[in-house]
């Protein structure tokens, strides 16, 4: 088995110390696609230090909108990009806490807290940084249901105890709460030798949960059903590295999942139907609640009792309207996209 504590060394040293920037990094499993971004986002990131951003690591962007207000927790936020342009989202009613091991980042993210708050024109931290780990959050002070949104970006790869780590996630999510994220995935599961190998480590490679297993820990955790929201393949681009692990197909995820106890472990049918208001911001045509549920403004959609449940009871709601309820059941909702639909005008598909 993989040595926590000579782990968590390695990690600490690759990106304290033999990464000086997102430039120095082997392959582009950890590189942020920007393109990837809303616009708006971009923009955000135009307020933000260059230093910030020049040392940051992601596979993705895992920021979901309607944040206005929210409490978010970052974990492995690094020099606190993600923090800084949730923290203009969320406004100053919200708070963004971002929680990092290694000082070095840390240092860099909070000797530009000042400046940050200023460029976005407020005139009190809404952000706080920890150092500390993701597989222990309460030692932070972090309490039970005290989140609404958990974000990360190429991090939970890199725990050593993924179990516990998503276990923590779920502790502080608020009923209903949100966690969204993006991370390196395996199509198969990477063996023990090289997950002990600092450097594909330190890549975001050899610790990538192989996609399966995901699934099971999830439902094992009371989450059986999550959403993948995009998926990029990974091109690693470095004969040495890809001589030690190019036999394994690898994707950046971005998945959300909510911390819900209606969710079942299948789609079934009660013969609900969705309309979305067109009111979330920078949304108002239609909102993607992940790669396969289109909704289109005032558009009537057909949808399971699990997606129901996602756009009902958690901060959604807000933007939703679901008409019917589970006390009649139907069967299995039929999860082929764009099938199950009411005539032309309804839509349906499923996870």
Request: proline fraction near 5%.
């Given at each position: 088995m993989v040595c926590t504590e000579k782990l968590i060394e390695n990690i600490q040293e690759y990106y304290g110390t033999v990464l000086r920037s997102n430039r120095d990094l082997q392959t582009n499993a950890c590189c942020c696609s920007a393109e990837s971004m809303p616009e708006q986002y971009k923009a955000i990131l135009r307020e933000i230090h260059d230093e910030i951003i020049e040392k940051f690591y992601g596979c993705g962007?895992?920021?979901p909108p309607a944040l206005e207000g929210c409490r978010v927790l970052d974990l492995g936020c690094g020099t606190g990009r993600d923090v800084y342009l949730a923290s203009r989202l969320v406004g100053s009613?919200?708070?963004v806490i971002g929680v990092?091991?290694?000082?070095g980042q840390l240092e860099v993210a909070r000797r530009h807290?000042?400046?940050?708050?200023?460029?976005?024109g407020f005139e009190d931290?809404?952000?706080?940084?920890?150092?500390?780990y993701i597989e222990d959050l309460a030692v932070l002070g972090i309490d039970d249901d005290s989140i609404d949104v958990v974000i990360s970006n190429c991090v939970l790869n890199l725990s050593p105890?993924?179990?516990?780590?998503?276990?923590?996630?779920?502790r502080v999510l608020r009923p209903g709460g949100e966690l969204y994220f993006s991370d390196v995935f395996a199509m198969r599961r990477v063996p023990e030798a090289l997950r002990r190998d600092p450097v594909l480590r330190g890549e975001c490679l050899a610790g990538a949960l192989y996609v399966e297993d995901f699934r099971r820990l999830m439902a094992s955790l009371g989450?059986?059903?999550?959403?993948v929201t995009a998926s990029c393949p990974i091109s690693i681009d470095n004969p040495e590295i890809e001589r030690k692990i190019g036999m394994i197909d690898?994707?950046?995820l971005t998945v959300r999942a909510f911390k819900l106890d209606s969710l079942e472990d299948r789609c079934e049918d009660y013969g609900q139907v969705a309309y979305y208001d067109g009111t979330i911001p920078a949304h108002p045509h239609r909102f993607e609640l992940d790669d396969h549920h289109v909704f289109e403004k005032d558009r009537p959609v057909s949808v399971c009792g699990n997606t129901a449940a996602m756009l009902e009871e958690t901060r959604l709601g807000s933007y939703f309207r679901v008409s019917g309820d589970r006390s009649v059941h139907f069967g299995l909702f039929d999860c082929e996209p764009g099938s199950g639909g009411d005539g032309e005008d309804s839509a349906g598909s499923c996870c």
């Amino acid at each position: 088995m993989v040595c926590t504590e000579k782990l968590i060394e390695n990690i600490q040293e690759y990106y304290g110390t033999v990464l000086r920037s997102n430039r120095d990094l082997q392959t582009n499993a950890c590189c942020c696609s920007a393109e990837s971004m809303p616009e708006q986002y971009k923009a955000i990131l135009r307020e933000i230090h260059d230093e910030i951003i020049e040392k940051f690591y992601g596979c993705g962007s895992p920021i979901p909108p309607a944040l206005e207000g929210c409490r978010v927790l970052d974990l492995g936020c690094g020099t606190g990009r993600d923090v800084y342009l949730a923290s203009r989202l969320v406004g100053s009613k919200g708070h963004v806490i971002g929680v990092d091991m290694t000082d070095g980042q840390l240092e860099v993210a909070r000797r530009h807290l000042d400046d940050q708050m200023r460029r976005f024109g407020f005139e009190d931290p809404n952000v706080s940084f920890k150092k500390g780990y993701i597989e222990d959050l309460a030692v932070l002070g972090i309490d039970d249901d005290s989140i609404d949104v958990v974000i990360s970006n190429c991090v939970l790869n890199l725990s050593p105890d993924k179990s516990r780590a998503f276990s923590e996630i779920l502790r502080v999510l608020r009923p209903g709460g949100e966690l969204y994220f993006s991370d390196v995935f395996a199509m198969r599961r990477v063996p023990e030798a090289l997950r002990r190998d600092p450097v594909l480590r330190g890549e975001c490679l050899a610790g990538a949960l192989y996609v399966e297993d995901f699934r099971r820990l999830m439902a094992s955790l009371g989450c059986p059903d999550y959403r993948v929201t995009a998926s990029c393949p990974i091109s690693i681009d470095n004969p040495e590295i890809e001589r030690k692990i190019g036999m394994i197909d690898f994707y950046s995820l971005t998945v959300r999942a909510f911390k819900l106890d209606s969710l079942e472990d299948r789609c079934e049918d009660y013969g609900q139907v969705a309309y979305y208001d067109g009111t979330i911001p920078a949304h108002p045509h239609r909102f993607e609640l992940d790669d396969h549920h289109v909704f289109e403004k005032d558009r009537p959609v057909s949808v399971c009792g699990n997606t129901a449940a996602m756009l009902e009871e958690t901060r959604l709601g807000s933007y939703f309207r679901v008409s019917g309820d589970r006390s009649v059941h139907f069967g299995l909702f039929d999860c082929e996209p764009g099938s199950g639909g009411d005539g032309e005008d309804s839509a349906g598909s499923c996870c």
